[in-house]
């Protein structure tokens, strides 16, 4: 059975630093991660998707990193604003997706 | 190009009552999931459709959750009855292709159960 962590649970960080968000899972036989965002009350809105093959995407300020063989992605986002703050949430796609609990971000201004 | 639609975004029930929620995938989208996501947790997969036909309905709690998809488009989920536990956002998602698509989430339909 797939499980995927994210660490840490909350982080808060002043508006311009650059952050790396974890996430971890156990089984690397996967098709892709996907890194979502969601804003309180709202869906999670898709910011980067990653297939098996590859190692990293880019979209503007964020890279997402995946090493299968470690069982682990990362989200770098480059200098961080206020209007970051929000949760961000991994999937782990083996042909159904698996979610971790997610980072709960605060940038303050 | 439209998104995912759900329906209502918001319900408050009585324990034991029933309950239902609609969505809509992204026109030309296969497969179609459902995501129970309790407060301060990632989503849980309830049920996977692949076109008209149930793919993993593993983590779904037949005894009071049941799922259709007519016609292999809209998809109906339906709590009977409601219990207090069940309080959650129900989560729809759809992509283009079994397992290896991008996913796509509708808003949400936040259920109260008191």
């Known amino acids: 059975k797939q499980e995927v962590t994210q660490i840490p649970a909350a982080l808060s960080v002043p508006e311009g630093e650059n952050l790396v968000l974890n996430c971890s899972f156990t089984d690397s036989a996967i098709y892709n991660l996907q890194w979502f965002r969601q804003d309180p009350g709202k869906g999670l809105t898709s910011l980067l998707l990653?297939?098996?093959?590859?190692r990293e995407q880019t979209s503007g300020r964020l890279n997402a990193s995946l090493d299968k063989s470690s069982g682990r992605s990362t989200l770098y986002i480059a200098a961080s604003q206020p209007g970051d703050s929000a949760t961000y949430l991994c999937?782990?796609?083996?042909?159904?997706?698996?979610f971790g609990d997610g980072t709960t971000l605060t940038v303050k201004p | 190009e439209a998104g995912v639609a759900q329906s209502p975004r918001y319900k408050i029930i009585e324990k034991r009552q029933s309950v239902a929620f609609w969505c809509n995938p992204i026109?030309?989208?296969?497969?179609l999931y459902w995501y129970q996501q309790i407060l301060g947790q990632g989503p849980k997969l309830l049920i996977q459709f692949q076109n008209n036909g149930v793919v993993d309905d593993s983590q779904l709690p037949k005894d009071r959750f049941s799922a259709e998809r007519l016609k292999g488009v809209d998809s109906t989920l339906k709590i009977q009855p409601a219990k207090l536990e069940d309080s959650a956002v129900y989560l729809c998602?759809?992509?283009?292709?079994?397992?290896?698509?991008?996913?796509?989430f509708g808003e949400g339909s936040r259920l109260t159960v008191l």
């Open positions: 990653i297939q098996s093959s590859q």
């Open positions: 026109s030309g989208h296969a497969t």
């Open positions: 998602a759809s992509s283009l292709d079994l397992g290896t698509g991008e996913l796509f």
């Open positions: 999937a782990v796609n083996a042909g159904k997706s698996t």
